[in-house]
């Protein structure tokens, strides 16, 4: 538990605190949302396909004297391909340097296998370790909540436990707050307007990704991958972008192009308003479509990604 000292950061005005927060959870749970109410704004794409989140992310907020580093994970499951253990590998390796864990769980669907494997493996960990509920919003009977609260407090003395919704916001003021003063006291890692530390050409090739999984939710296998190959800034102030949109096999390239090539307009008309708002400045976006076969296979396509890659 924080002392009130710590919960409203330090007695003296001018010390400042920053620390780091891994953010763990099965699949589905609502990590990247919660990542992004917690920040302020959208720094990790959503979707309801399992595994959006590939590599760690980091988002940026500051509450107070504090600057929190969130670390936003791929989902914990019980992996069965190579691209699965290298998600899930990244996602344990986040713990090496954080104050603090958030270990997120879908409220409606409550504690399976796989939230009670990673509680276990928590069991060791020497950080702070808070559960946060989410998704209470679409939890009817409440007393379920409580019940839920106190089997996850019988397996593992959390610091503290938290309800949420991410989605409407509700409870994430509080967990902020709270998280502000369990980081510890010293100076900030990044700017006081930092958000994340991604780099735009990452971000905007994420935020295509994010579109290809609205308007492709059932097609297309997580494995589809998205590549900013150039980024070139106009004399007017827009900017003209190329992506590169890399499937396994040539029936996949045709779902993503759609008859008449509507479905890749589709998906380049929303990409290009996402990036728009995140660059603040107009762009001109040309998505390519190319099969690139077992890139599963190929160490270089993780290192591009951010990702370990397993010998296995």
């Given at each position: 538990m924080a002392t009130p000292e710590e919960a409203h950061g330090s007695s003296e005005a001018g010390d400042r605190r920053c620390g780091f927060v891994t953010v763990l959870g099965p699949t589905n749970a609502g990590k990247s949302t919660l990542v992004n109410a917690l920040v302020g704004t959208k720094v990790a794409i959503v979707s309801h396909k399992v595994q959006t989140t590939r590599a760690p992310i980091r988002g940026i907020a500051v509450e107070g004297q504090s600057q929190i580093v969130f670390l936003d994970t791929a989902g914990i499951f019980n992996p069965k391909r190579r691209l699965d253990r290298a998600m899930i590998d990244a996602a344990w390796s986040g713990l090496e340097d954080a104050d603090a864990v958030l270990l997120v769980i879908d409220a409606a669907a409550g504690p399976d296998d796989d939230v009670m494997a990673i509680v276990q493996r928590l069991k060791t960990a020497r950080m702070k370790r808070i559960a946060v509920l989410n998704k209470i919003d679409r939890v009817e009977d409440k007393p379920k909540l409580l019940a839920l609260a106190k089997r996850l407090d019988q397996e593992l003395a959390f610091d503290r436990i938290f309800m949420v919704s991410a989605l409407d916001g509700k409870g994430v003021a509080d967990l902020r707050t709270y998280l502000a003063g369990a980081v510890p006291i010293g100076p900030w890692h990044y700017g006081e307007d930092d958000v994340t530390d991604v780099p735009m050409r990452t971000q905007a090739a994420e935020m295509t990704r994010e579109c290809i999984y609205r308007y492709l939710h059932q097609e297309l296998p997580y494995t589809t991958t998205v590549e900013t190959m150039s980024w070139k800034t106009l004399k007017d102030g827009s900017a003209r972008i190329e992506q590169t949109i890399y499937v396994e096999?040539?029936?996949?390239?045709?779902?993503?192009?759609?008859?008449?090539?509507?479905?890749?307009?589709?998906?380049?008309?929303?990409?290009?308003?996402?990036?728009?708002?995140?660059?603040?400045?107009?762009?001109?976006?040309?998505?390519?479509?190319?099969?690139?076969?077992?890139?599963?296979s190929d160490p270089e396509r993780y290192r591009e990604m951010g990702l370990p890659f397993p010998k296995s």
């Open positions: 096999r040539d029936g996949q390239k045709k779902i993503v192009l759609g008859k008449n090539g509507a479905t890749i307009k589709q998906i380049s008309s929303a990409a290009r308003r996402s990036i728009e708002e995140m660059a603040g400045h107009r762009v001109h976006l040309f998505l390519f479509v190319k099969v690139r076969e077992n890139w599963e």
